[in-house]
């Protein structure tokens, strides 16, 4: 074949597009799993977050988790607010889909705080809301406690600014002590023994939340969190409370504190002095839950919802 005969062959053949169009991307009210990579103490990791909503919404609420928990709790409030927020849900490093730490001992505020101006900057939004659960809430309220914070509506879910010993060594007694699991049944009933403070939710709840706390590995299903995390509970036990208020105090933004009635870790003196000090919270108790409410079921995500989109009405 001559040089001219190969050449229009490879030009009168049809050629791949050089810029595909481009993949849709899920409906606004399914997630995206979405990740940012972050900056430690002893080089960089991965955190992993979840998305829903119109990704070009400017209103950004952002919801973080618990301890040992990962982002997929929020999704049934993600979903109720995904009309009105672009919703972002972060796995704390060590928790979820996010990287774990070689270095134990880096577990803590100052990487978890760092981590998510990190994200903020990702998202390149001026202001944000945030509902955080216990952990998810102290890093709230640190970022919100800022100069120049982007914090304008904070919700503290089951925590403030003391935490007690005795809630931090209940804690202490589990994290990072699970057992591997044999069936996805038998980490469900893991999963509802130790959560049991949660409250009455659904099977289908339960299950919501087992799913998304395990990981499937040979032989079996561990919880989906570093067991490193609980180190430092090991490591340098509690004898007193943890005492938060001058991070409270500097707190300026409309803030909502929620505690569940049998709570260990919020307690109701601590609840009352919150609605009187520092930004003055708003203060809401849910009967028939412990630490932590889960903010599943129709009337916690009203109240929530109702608080964070006053300002609109």
Not at 141 to 167: I, W
Not at 288 to 299: I, Q
Request: glycine share 8%; net charge neutral.
């Amino acid at each position: 074949m001559s040089l001219i005969s190969a050449l229009r062959r490879l030009f009168d053949s049809p050629q791949p597009l050089r810029n595909p169009p481009p993949v849709s991307p899920p409906p606004a009210d399914e997630p995206r799993l979405r990740e940012v990579q972050c900056l430690g103490p002893h080089g960089l990791h991965r955190m992993a977050y979840v998305e829903w909503g119109d990704p070009a919404n400017p209103r950004v609420l952002v919801c973080a988790h618990g301890l040992t928990r990962n982002s997929r709790d929020f999704d049934h409030l993600a979903r109720a607010l995904s009309s009105h927020y672009r919703v972002v849900c972060p796995d704390v490093v060590g928790r979820g889909r996010s990287d774990w730490l070689g270095v134990k001992a880096d577990y803590g505020f100052p990487v978890y705080v760092g981590d998510m101006v990190t994200l903020l900057a990702r998202l390149d939004v001026e202001e944000v809301h945030w509902v955080g659960t216990s952990m998810g809430g102290l890093i709230g309220m640190l970022l919100a406690s800022q100069p120049h914070t982007p914090v304008r509506r904070l919700v503290l879910n089951d925590v403030g600014p003391v935490v007690t010993a005795a809630s931090l060594r209940r804690i202490g007694q589990y994290v990072g002590k699970a057992p591997r699991f044999d069936s996805m049944a038998a980490a469900e009933a893991y999963i509802r023994e130790v959560s049991a403070p949660f409250g009455a939710l659904s099977d289908e709840q339960w299950r919501h939340l087992t799913v998304h706390s395990v990981r499937k590995v040979e032989g079996g299903y561990t919880m989906c969190y570093d067991p490193g995390i609980g180190d430092a509970f090991r490591n340098t036990p509690l004898v007193a409370d943890v005492d938060l208020w001058s991070v409270y105090d500097r707190i300026a933004c409309p803030t909502l504190a929620l505690r569940g009635a049998a709570s260990d870790l919020l307690e109701p003196a601590t609840l009352q002095a919150m609605a009187g000090r520092g930004p003055c919270a708003r203060t809401v108790e849910f009967a028939g839950v412990g630490h932590a409410p889960m903010l599943m079921s129709a009337e916690q995500i009203a109240v929530v919802r109702d608080f964070l989109l006053e300002s609109e009405a």
